[in-house]
């Protein structure tokens, strides 16, 4: 059986996000899903609606998700890599070439963004 893993924020879900995950799990058995906590959300500028308790809720409540772990850095890829015996690495095609040096450790894949749907686009309409 082939372990699959993505990351993300994960705010703010919609069906975009469940395009991918369901995609995602699709090239393997298993899915592994790193989510943003708060604290990395901070060190990226970044802030989620939602805590990293409830995204963690939300996503564990999805049937293509099999396990969710915390993201606290953009140096722990390699060790989850690693610890989880990884096979298949899937990001959105946005981030195209920014996770190769994962090769050497698995298949590394970047796939489509569903048109038309994102968390930037959801907030821009929001504050219209």
Same mark, same amino acid.
């Given at each position: 059986?082939?372990? @699959? !893993?993505?990351?993300?924020?994960?705010?703010?879900? *919609?069906?975009? *996000?469940?395009?991918?995950l369901?995609?995602?799990?699709?090239?393997? $058995?298993?899915? !592994?899903?790193?989510?943003?906590?708060?604290?990395?959300? #901070?060190?990226k500028?970044? *802030?989620?609606? *939602?805590?990293?308790e409830?995204?963690k809720?939300?996503?564990?409540? !999805?049937?293509?998700?099999?396990? @969710? !772990?915390?993201e606290?850095?953009?140096?722990?890829?390699?060790? #989850?890599?690693?610890?989880?015996?990884?096979?298949?690495?899937?990001? $959105?095609?946005?981030?195209? $070439?920014?996770?190769?040096?994962?090769?050497?450790?698995?298949e590394?894949?970047?796939?489509?963004?569903?048109? $038309?749907?994102?968390?930037?686009?959801?907030?821009?309409?929001?504050?219209?």
């Amino acid at each position: 059986m082939r372990k @699959v !893993i993505t990351y993300g924020t994960f705010d703010l879900l *919609h069906w975009g *996000h469940i395009n991918l995950l369901k995609r995602a799990r699709e090239l393997g $058995g298993k899915l !592994i899903v790193g989510l943003s906590t708060d604290e990395f959300n #901070d060190k990226k500028n970044k *802030h989620a609606y *939602h805590s990293y308790e409830n995204r963690k809720f939300i996503l564990e409540s !999805i049937r293509y998700v099999d396990l @969710v !772990i915390p993201e606290n850095s953009w140096e722990q890829k390699i060790d #989850d890599v690693i610890k989880y015996e990884i096979d298949v690495f899937v990001m $959105g095609d946005d981030w195209q $070439g920014q996770f190769d040096f994962l090769k050497d450790y698995c298949e590394v894949i970047y796939l489509p963004r569903t048109e $038309g749907i994102s968390t930037t686009k959801i907030k821009k309409d929001l504050y219209k």
